[in-house]
């Protein structure tokens, strides 16, 4: 009889940890590992919610590419889902880390972090802030429905954006960079 009492309490124990196990694990965000090699691109869109959200998160450098045409990098922003296939549509507004050669012709070896932003239909706008302070950087993006306010590695910048069915969309091209501890939550 007593065995099962334990039993029983042993099968309840567990279903009423493993909710809060999963739970611990969402809180603590996914790793994305966005990994392409010299002269491709990768493109990975995430579902974001209605606004107010914040995205968080660290990224790290692991490898850049061997490429004479385009430079190791990768960007997170928050943008409007695209009624198709395909990329965020229109506007997006976030950060970029790239990898710039230290000389024409040579190979990349400077990294840099660079806000961004662009409006549908026009060339990103790209404003450069500082070299990582480093190895793993961490940033955030609050979007409340009318602007991201995108802070990296310290660094902080607000845009106007206005996203129906927003994503947060994560880029790279002609390298490896990992993304780690990355979390979309609503704010509350």
Known sequence: MVFRY?????????LIAMPATALAQAREGIRYD????????SELLLPAGPAPFIVTGKVKLMTVGDSKDYVPMTLLA????????????????????LVAPAAKGKKPGLPFLAFVTRK?????DTQMIAPPSSGEVA???????????????????KYALE??????????????????????????
């Open 78 to 97: 928050i943008g409007g889902a695209s009624d198709g296939p395909g990329p965020a549509n229109g506007d997006i507004a976030g950060f970029e880390y």
């Open 163 to 188: 996203a129906n069915r927003p994503v947060v969309a994560i880029h790279c091209s002609t390298g490896e960079f990992l993304y780690s501890d990355l979390l979309i939550r609503p704010l509350d």
């Open 120 to 124: 549908a239909g026009k060339e990103k």
């Open 6 to 14: 334990l039993a029983a309490a042993t099968v309840v124990a567990t």
């Open 139 to 157: 940033f955030t993006l609050v979007y409340d429905g009318a602007d991201v306010a995108v802070t990296i590695d310290g660094h902080a910048k």
């Open 34 to 41: 966005c990994d392409t090699s010299a002269n491709h691109f």
